[in-house]
């Protein structure tokens, strides 16, 4: 699938923003403020194709989704069909190209109106397309149902009678009904036991062949992923970390956040003994993203300063403690943790305990292996023990990453995948290691 032919789909800088004002007075006052769910986002989808979009729940997939098809009015952005402006038509051309642009919801359970029959849902959008009316409408739910693997006798029956697979293929029954080009499917397996999931999904493939569908698959599940995407884009924070072909993606991946997305997948095999990665921390808030690359707060390469000579682990461990410290009320909510708190009487504890202490809660050795850093973590304890936590998050001033400073740019390793991480500044090679550019230093 190349990425220079024509795409049927083109979305370009795409935004959409939420206010979190409760009323005009706080919008007056200043006092809102702007949740970014999908920021600048520009993909592209090709006749035919299944395009992933994967990432962890609150990173603005679905809200990536709902404004591709104006479910949700963008804040921001353009996106073409065939060469037309979604963003900007008028309501009823909006309408008539609904058709061919269909969305399948998450849950099956909460999508269907239980108080209609299956043959009401599905002939629904027959109707208000104007597609079908008498015979031809219960042919044409009759058919619509076969091909979803149902029986055509169903259609007097309510959700409630349906199991959960049994209710998403009436959903993806309803999404052919007016003939689609382009479906948007959200999470349409998450909601379904493992062995249901495995049916949806190819049935889903067989649509695709038999009547040449386009895909945007939003999933949260890797494997899933991997399974039916033609190309992948993973999603971090309202942003395309990462965008390829399946395989360019995964095998190896690139991106930290890919990298760190694939290895949490669940083995089947209990002797595997790869590396798990863990992310620092949790996904921040859209309200206020970090600087620079959003992933730099969990990032486990993030980029280290020409001025020093740590091991990356002593690196991101620098980097977590300076990141807790400007967030830290007191002291001792510096040292609690996800892991439970410290409670700590700063006149009961020598310097050297502190010390102890911080290194402990932050995985750091009992010395750095650069001594410049050394003298500046060092200067920083002092200030936490003397309950100065503006002082000492001031000395960890001095620890900054160019991945806090700079946002990275899609670098591309060839017209059809691109990364966004600074790691890749100069380009890269296809072994997925970043090729110079950065004096980050990666441990295994
Ligand atoms: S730019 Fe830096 S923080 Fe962001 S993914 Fe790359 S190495 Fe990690």
Known sequence: ??????????????????????????????????????????????????????GESGCGKTTLGRSILRLIEPTDGNVYYRGEELTDVSSTRLRRLKTDLQYIFQDP????????????????PLDVHGIATGEERIDRIGELLETVGLSANYTRRYPHEFSGGQRQRIGIARALAVDPEIIVCDEPVSALDVSVQAQILNLLDDLQEEFGLS?????????????????????????IAEVGPTEAVFSPPHHPYTEALLSAIPEPDPLWEGDRITLSGTV??????????????????IIQPDEFDLTQTEWRSIVDLKLH?????????????????????????SNDQLDRLV???????????????????????????????????????????PCERHSPEQYRSDDTHRIACLLYEQGFDSSGDSAGGTDAVVEN
């Open 1 to 54: 699938m190349s990425d220079t032919s024509d795409p049927i789909l083109r979305i370009e800088g795409l935004k959409k923003y939420y206010d979190t004002s409760s009323g005009f007075v706080d919008s007056l006052l200043g006092r809102g403020q702007t949740v970014k769910a999908v920021d600048d986002v520009a993909l592209k989808l090709h006749e035919g194709e299944t395009l992933g979009v994967v």
């Open 109 to 124: 359970f909460a999508s269907l109106d239980p108080r209609m029959t299956v043959g009401d849902i599905i002939g629904e």
């Open 215 to 239: 895909y945007i698959f939003i999933a949260h599940d890797l494997s899933v992923v991997e399974h039916i995407s033609d190309r992948v884009a993973v999603m971090y924070l309202g942003e």
């Open 284 to 301: 921040p808030s859209p309200i206020d993203p970090p600087s620079g690359c959003r992933f730099h707060t969990r990032c486990p390469r």
């Open 325 to 349: 410290a400007s967030d830290a009320k007191s002291v001792k909510s510096l040292t609690t943790t996800e892991e439970g708190s410290v409670d700590i009487d700063l006149s009961a504890v």
């Open 359 to 401: 290194r402990a809660e932050f995985s750091l050795p009992g010395e750095l292996s650069d001594p410049e850093a050394e003298t500046i973590l060092s200067a920083a304890i002092d200030r936490l023990h003397a309950g100065e936590i503006a002082a000492a998050t001031d000395r960890l001033g001095a620890f900054v990453s």
